[in-house]
């Protein structure tokens, strides 16, 4: 050991991304080791395009093996224990254990579709798997009562039930299936991606309402009744569908939840412009990071701000070995929200800003849809390839 090892806990958008920066920086002068139980990445928002049948399962994933061609050791295993105290300094996996100088912590968030009873009625596009279930059922699907439920919050990008709902909204015009249809949302949420701001919040229930969508705030499944077909709201409202679309409920992974890293919520706090953790030397990033705003509420999550949090930890953990100063997060975040027709509306912004995140937001284009290929295609070359 040459006090330069970082284990990166978490090969996803995150971790793969500090992991790359990283090794621009610094060359042979860190050891870099990503564990993961996943050997393939996927970029979050490419499950809705193979949830609308434009991209195969294979058209989408990378293996994560090619970040070895970078001189950066991958290892396909599950993490079983983190113990970040100072003694100690272990992350155990089912193979080996590893011990590190610097640790990071880029774990997202787990699926938790258990938490509603009659779940598995519904279908969803939160992994690859889920995703070409549901675009097996939206193909079959001949018309009717599709309703789209937000389970809870958090959850992977604020944007992605909004912009499944207009996209399978398109899906239903081009098959001339729109008029025989009906389509709905209830969340619990007061607007769309709230953190945003009542602005942002209303131009996304506008381009809902333009489209036919109906949209229902302030409303929590409290079960799914498979058989009758129907959606029982904590509210005592019931809703019959035909087709339901349910964004799971979202969990930090067990093995972080166990750590002693995690607060009464699951998630890791960290401190607001370095990700640093409670821990010298050990970062939590992206999904797993519990990042709480100046307005009082948390960051949501999205790749976007695993990005830029990436950039701020590797940078840092170059500075701490170099000796040269470091940088801190300026909260920035931007999001492509697809409305369908071939078109994305665009939000960008400080979340950091005080005492509320201000998000500009361009309205629906050809170019913005153009431009959301174009940061999707980027990022996957520059993690993996
Ligand atoms: C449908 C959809 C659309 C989206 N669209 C966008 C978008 O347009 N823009 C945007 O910014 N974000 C989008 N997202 C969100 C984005 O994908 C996530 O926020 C982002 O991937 C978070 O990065 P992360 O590194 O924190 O976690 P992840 O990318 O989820 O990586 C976590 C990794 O940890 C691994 N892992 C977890 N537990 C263990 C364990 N115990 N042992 C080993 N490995 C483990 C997992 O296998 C995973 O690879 C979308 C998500 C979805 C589902």
């Keep these: 050991m040459n006090g330069n ?19 621009e920086l610094l060359g042979d002068k860190v050891n870099i080791t990503i564990i993961d139980r996943e050997s393939s990445f996927v970029m979050g928002f490419s499950l809705l395009r193979v949830m609308k049948g434009e991209k ?28 970040t105290t100072t003694k100690k300094n272990v992350v155990t996996t089912s193979k080996e254990e590893f011990s590190y100088d610097y640790l990071v912590i880029a774990l997202g968030a787990e699926l ?24 097996d059922a939206l193909s079959s699907f001949r018309g009717g009562s599709l309703r789209l439920i937000v389970s809870s919050t958090p959850f992977k990008c604020p944007a992605a039930p ?34 945003a701001g009542p602005v942002v919040g209303n131009a996304v229930v506008s381009m809902l ?9 302030n409303t929590k499944v409290s079960s799914i009744e498979g058989g009758s077909k129907q959606v029982v709201f904590e509210n005592g409202l019931r809703e019959k569908y035909d087709l339901l679309i349910a964004v799971p409920p979202h969990t930090s992974p067990k093995v972080v939840r166990e750590s002693c890293l995690a607060d009464a ?14 821990h010298d030397k050990v970062y939590a990033i992206g999904d797993v990071a519990a990042v709480k705003l100046q307005s009082g509420t948390m960051l949501p999550k999205a790749a976007t701000f695993a990005f830029g949090q ?17 940088r801190s997060w300026d909260g920035f975040g931007e999001c492509f929200i697809e409305t369908g027709s071939g078109k994305a509306a665009y939000g960008s912004g400080s979340f950091y800003s005080s005492p509320k995140p201000v998000i500009n937001m361009q309205m629906p284009s050809k170019e913005l849809r153009e431009r959301k290929d174009a940061w999707g295609d980027y990022w996957t070359r520059r993690l993996v390839a």
């Design 5 to 23: 090892d970082v284990i990166i806990l978490g090969g996803g958008s995150g971790g793969l991304a500090t992991a790359g920066r990283l090794k």
């Design 265 to 278: 919520s699951g998630w890791v706090p960290v401190d607001l412009k370095k990700m640093q953790t409670k």
């Design 56 to 83: 195969t399962g294979e058209e989408v994933g990378v293996p994560k093996e090619k970040i070895s061609q970078k001189g950066i050791r991958f290892v396909n295993s599950e993490v079983a224990q983190i113990d």
């Design 162 to 195: 909004y912009e499944a709902a207009m996209l399978i909204d398109d899906h239903l015009r081009r098959k001339g299936l729109r008029d025989k249809s009906d389509i709905q949302i209830f969340t619990p949420e007061p607007l769309p991606m709230p953190v």
């Design 112 to 135: 938790a579709p258990e938490k509603v009873p009659g779940f598995e009625s519904a279908f969803h596009m939160y992994t690859l798997e889920d995703a070409k279930r549901l675009r």
């Design 310 to 326: 990436a950039e701020i930890v590797a940078s840092n953990i170059a500075s701490s070995i170099l000796g040269t100063e470091t």
């Design 209 to 217: 309402s333009e489209k036919g969508i109906g949209f229902h705030n």
